[in-house]
């Protein structure tokens, strides 16, 4: 007898996209989310009618599944590109400016900025493209390779900085904990992609898929449940009761997956648990003036490793969303220095990111009219250090193979919006594929 009952296990981007396909094709479909709300990184927080976007940031233009579900939600209105310049501090105290999809970095100059240019003829423009937000196959030689290898000639400081300073805001992370083969992939989304954020913050999207489904807010589930091999369901954690389905679908944060995870699936636990991935905590600033009339993203000296390495101003993002005309920016930690956060209180986390962004906007401390903290528990961003794509692609074979359960996660496309919809999209195939299963 056929059994059209799916269960999944959270409710971020991933399994949400995966609930409403499923339930537009007729399944019955059940979400248990451990927080009070949707979304997962796709967060908003609001100041005096200023909101902020506290997590996910923006949509890319070459996303496909994201702006499918934006049209079903009727939420395309909403989208404004964004259109301000970024800022680099050099190792050698000189700036740049890069301003979006003019293809030269100013302050970097022309040598530098040809090296650039080749680089990316030569691994983007006339390479073989795998598909975007999948991890499909993976290249030893780049991908068992730190993304600064690539750069290590003396006189290439300049450009070493600007690449570092990629894969903190892309990536999360210090350069060593990106491999080149991912980095190859990050600069070809953010050098031939536009940007939108979302009037009233990224979190819409969430929040109106999540109208359409059933979702449990405040249960987080202990374990999968198991018989004969196959998964039949969750244990909830509050009361122990399980909850039997034809299928499983696990899109909790990659994190807290591992725990979830009981012994005859010690494979996929292991994967899980081997992510490199932290809670992240985000310091927002409000502030008594405006910043800048253009400049959007602000960049420390990459050699200093500050503890913050970045900031945004969302005044500049999305004026929109900031009707007070001031400025808001918040500070970005990075691994592995945001492992020194996890325990600290707010208050000093404060103080750190004001001493931290202090060099790049003179002032800012004397400028806040209100400061907060919002904190990523379980949903810190992945990284790819060398040798990921391979574990990945490792993982993503073996889960085949098992009955009665899928797995949806950002971590396997690339830890972006769009790779945890691709996902999702690849667990509801396999669902569908099947038209649902017996007991």
């Not at 980095?183 to 939108?196: G, K, P, S």
């Not at 909790?252 to 899980?272: C, H, I, K, T």
């Not at 932290?278 to 960049?299: E, I, K, N, Q, T």
């Amino acid at each position: 007898m056929e059994n059209r009952k799916v269960v999944i296990i959270g409710a971020g981007i991933g399994g949400l996209s995966a609930g409403y396909w499923l339930s537009q094709r007729g399944y019955d479909v059940e979400i248990f989310e451990a927080l009070d709300r949707p979304g997962g990184r796709m967060a908003t927080i609001e100041h005096k009618g200023d909101k902020v976007d506290v997590g996910a940031q923006f949509f890319h233009s070459n996303y496909r599944y994201a702006f499918d579900l934006i049209d079903a939600m009727n939420l395309r209105s909403r989208l404004v590109e964004i259109k301000g310049k970024v800022k680099f501090a050099f190792s050698d105290g000189a700036t740049g400016v890069f301003i979006p999809h003019s293809f030269f970095i100013q302050g970097l100059g022309l040598a530098k900025n040809l090296k650039l240019y080749r680089f990316m003829l030569k691994h983007i423009i006339l390479a073989h493209r795998p598909p975007m937000y999948r991890i499909e196959e993976a290249n030893p030689e780049f991908d068992d390779m730190e993304a600064l290898e690539a750069f290590e000639a003396p006189k290439d400081l300049r450009l070493r900085d600007v690449i570092s300073s990629i894969t903190l805001a892309s990536n999360m992370s210090e350069p060593e904990w990106m491999s080149l083969y991912h980095f190859i992939a990050l600069l070809r989304i953010d050098m031939f992609t536009h940007y939108y954020s979302m009037v009233g913050g990224i979190s819409m999207l969430a929040e109106e898929l999540a109208k359409h489904l059933s979702i449990r807010y405040e249960t987080p589930v202990r374990q999968l449940v198991m018989d004969k091999g196959r998964v039949v369901g969750v244990q909830l954690d509050k009361d122990g009761s399980v909850k039997r389905a034809g299928h499983v679908i696990v899109a909790a944060a990659a994190r807290s997956v591992g725990r979830l995870l009981p012994d005859e699936l010690a494979q996929q636990r292991e994967f899980f648990n081997s992510i490199t991935q932290a809670p992240l905590p985000m310091p927002v600033f409000f502030l008594d003036r405006p910043v800048s009339r253009d400049l959007w993203a602000y960049f420390n000296e990459p050699g200093l490793k500050r503890t913050f390495s970045f900031v945004e101003d969302h005044l500049v993002k999305c004026p929109a969303m900031i009707p007070s005309g001031k400025g808001v920016v918040s500070a970005w930690s990075c691994y592995p220095h945001t492992l020194d956060l996890v325990d600290r209180p707010d208050e000093e986390i404060i103080k750190q990111a004001l001493s931290d962004i202090e060099p790049i906007l003179p002032g800012v401390s004397s400028w806040v009219d209100e400061a907060r903290v919002f904190w990523h528990k379980e949903a810190g961003m992945g990284h790819y250090p060398p040798g990921s794509y391979r574990k990945v692609l490792d993982f993503k074979q073996k889960a085949r193979e098992l009955r009665g359960v899928s797995f949806v996660s950002d971590i396997l496309g690339g830890c972006f919006m769009e790779a945890a919809m691709v996902s999702a999209a690849e667990a509801v195939r396999r669902v569908c594929g099947w038209g649902g299963t017996a007991y």
